[in-house]
């Protein structure tokens, strides 16, 4: 089955400064990947996504690089902010079944300092 | 538009019993699934249910089940309750077509003691 790997497992960072988390994944069928969001309390919620056709996406502040070759993923953010803190989640799943049965890496806690 | 409603929000048990716990999908979702999140371990994915069939199974014992009703609606029912199932179970409807974005409720924390 699939795997996700996510690093860093914490991250510190300063208000303004660019935060990047990378996830690698084993299988190759996978050509889905989004992004979660988890704030304390809530329940994780999607920012990005990026599909197998395509090599990155931009939205507003944050951005996700996808290497099919290399099996590996990344989030950027940049000029961040306060509210940025919280846990991130990269996942994977075969486009072609249903999102239903995604595979998660096990989190980055990202914490923006003022 | 209302979210994806699960309940309760917390509980506690001791070991041996079991619980049962609900979600209710956005409306127009046929798609459900459960997800056992613990510290460290990210979100493991029980199983997923789309038209009242199981169609997705992770790797967990017997003990977890599922299922769902004509109106998506969902529970998830653990048996014999162990300490290791001490974790926030969260439900996550879709439209349940392939690919697409998961919408997930805001958990239940079990804690068994």
């Known amino acids: 089955g699939e795997n996700v790997e996510q690093h860093p497992s914490t991250l510190s960072v300063q208000e303004g400064d660019s935060a990047v988390i990378k996830c690698t994944y084993s299988?190759?069928?996978?050509?889905?990947f989004p992004w979660y969001k988890q704030e304390l309390g809530k329940g994780p919620q999607l920012i990005i996504d990026?599909?197998?056709?395509?090599g990155e996406k931009k939205d507003q502040r944050i951005a996700v690089t996808l290497n099919k070759t290399a099996k590996h993923f990344s989030l950027h953010i940049t000029e961040t902010q306060p509210e940025d803190s919280a846990v991130y989640f990269c996942?994977?799943?075969?486009?072609?079944?249903?999102?239903?049965?995604?595979?998660f890496g096990d989190g980055t806690t990202l914490t923006v300092k003022p | 538009k209302a979210g994806v409603t699960q309940t309760p929000r917390y509980l506690i048990k001791t070991r041996g019993q079991q619980v049962t716990l609900s979600c209710s999908p956005i409306?127009?979702?046929?798609?459900v699934s459960w997800y056992q999140q613990t510290p460290g371990q990210g979100l493991q994915f029980l199983f997923e249910?789309?038209?009242?069939?199981?169609?997705n199974k992770g790797n967990f014992p017997g003990r977890f089940s599922g299922r769902q009703f004509s109106n998506s609606r969902s529970e998830m029912n653990v048996s014999t309750l162990e300490l290791g199932d001490s974790a926030l179970y969260l439900c996550?409807?879709?439209?349940?077509?392939?690919?697409?974005?998961?919408?997930f409720g805001e958990g239940s924390r079990l804690t068994v003691l």
């Open positions: 996550a409807s879709s439209l349940g077509g392939v690919g697409g974005e998961l919408f």
């Open positions: 299988d190759s069928a996978s050509n889905y």
């Open positions: 990026i599909r197998s056709n395509v």
């Open positions: 996942a994977a799943s075969p486009y072609n079944t249903n999102a239903g049965k995604s595979t």
């Open positions: 409306s127009g979702h046929r798609s």
């Open positions: 249910y789309f038209s009242e069939t199981q169609r």
